[in-house]
């Protein structure tokens, strides 16, 4: 099966998870947080390399601060829990994002598990929160200037590979496949850079009702797919952004 190396996944539904059984919203964040359990076990299980998961927006501090506080409430106690499970199957923590802007509690847990499992080659795991595509642009943006009033970097030196270098996680491979959950078909800001060539897939499913094998019909989807990045018939790889010869 040719896998997606990368794959992103924008957990959305939650709140109307929850509405739809006359619950609270936070019931349905904590019925999200077993489902990242399950998904994270999955994707390792297929083979995934990366796995992104979209937790917490930059747009999402505009929520109620009741809402905002239970979720930081539910990641604190998922980073505790699950620390000791990423040790055991191999798993590296990671975290791109404002993360500066998250509670100093729940940072520090979080840099904590991302220290410790930093070794962990079995798969990548990394959280966005407090995360923004065009924030993230902005934040590198910000840095290549800061580089160039050194004098460190000329403004003709910027470049694509450049810009990505100054992105959150350069090292991070583009995602290959974006899953939204919930039906809508948008992107709502996840990964704007790294997202140009990725392959999107939606379901109408809630995020907490996303199963494994929710997760291996998207997977087989994308075998479907032929990927062309601008070319005129299928590419196996992402042509590389070296300048043309
Ligand atoms: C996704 O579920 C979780 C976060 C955005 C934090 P939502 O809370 O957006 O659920 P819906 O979209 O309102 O159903
Ligand atoms: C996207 O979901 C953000 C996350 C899943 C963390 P939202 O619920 O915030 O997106 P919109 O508002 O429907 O676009
Ligand atoms: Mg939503």
Redesign the pocket.
């Given at each position: 099966m040719r896998l997606p190396e990368h794959v992103g996944i924008i957990?959305?539904?939650?709140?109307?998870?929850a509405?739809s059984r006359g619950l609270p919203?936070v019931l349905?964040?904590r019925a999200?947080a077993e489902a990242v359990r399950r998904i994270v076990e999955a994707s390792r299980e297929a083979g995934v390399r990366y796995l992104t998961l979209y937790?917490?927006?930059w747009e999402?501090w505009d929520r109620p601060s009741q809402e905002i506080q239970e979720?930081m409430g539910l990641l604190d106690e998922f980073i505790q829990r699950e620390l000791e499970r990423l040790l055991a199957n191999r798993i590296q923590l990671r975290v791109i994002g404002r993360i500066h802007e998250l509670p100093t509690g729940v940072l520090a847990n979080l840099r904590s598990a991302a220290a410790q499992t930093a070794a962990n080659d079995g798969m990548t795991l990394t959280l966005a929160l407090s995360y923004g595509g065009r924030q993230e642009i902005v934040d590198a943006a910000r840095r290549l200037a800061e580089q160039v009033q050194q004098g460190l970097l000329q403004p003709d030196q910027i470049d694509e590979e450049r810009l990505r270098q100054a992105l959150y996680a350069p090292d991070l491979p583009d995602p290959d496949l974006i899953i939204r959950t919930?039906g809508e078909q948008r992107l709502s800001n996840f990964l704007l850079w790294q997202s140009s060539y990725a392959e999107l897939y939606v379901t109408p499913k809630?995020?907490p009702d996303f199963t494994k094998d929710d997760l291996v019909e998207a997977l087989v989807e994308f075998e479907r797919r032929e990927r062309r990045f601008g070319r005129t018939s299928a590419v196996s790889a992402a042509p590389s952004s070296t300048p043309r010869g």
């Open positions: 957990m959305d539904g939650n709140g109307r998870w509405t919203r349905g964040h999200g937790a917490f927006s999402n979720l919930s809630f995020w």
